[in-house]
């Protein structure tokens, strides 16, 4: 079996063998967010799976690296929301342009 290099913040896919022992895990791609024991040479990773709220905890042999573009867009929404100001100021005014949009739309039918 060959051991590939996983980092954090890798965009990561169930493989054949993931899929056949897990079942249950309907969406089959991730974000790695954890580690298990040393660092990068853990056997299990925190897998944060598209949709969920909570990692899940899989064997490193059960998934593969998903597509490079993938991760870069992972990597841009990182850095796009995380590093400066609150991203809950962002949401707010979000949430109130589209409020403001829909109440012009539905004025006008």
Avoid at 22 to 48: D, E, H, Q, W, Y
Avoid at 83 to 96: H, K, N
Wanted: charged content about 20%; proline content about 5%; cysteine-free.
């Amino acid at each position: 079996m060959t051991s590939i290099e996983i980092k954090l913040g890798d965009w990561v896919r169930l493989n054949e063998l993931g899929a056949s022992r897990s079942p249950k895990i309907k969406v089959r791609t991730g974000v790695v967010v954890a580690f298990s024991g040393n660092r990068s040479g853990g056997a299990s990773l925190g897998i944060l799976f598209d949709g969920n709220k909570r990692p899940t905890t899989l064997h490193r042999s059960y998934v593969e690296r998903g597509g490079e573009g993938q991760m870069k867009l992972w990597r841009w929404l990182q850095n796009a929301v995380a590093p400066t100001g609150p991203p809950v100021f962002l949401v707010g005014v979000i949430a109130f342009l589209v409020s403001v949009l829909v109440s012009i739309y539905m004025r006008s039918r």
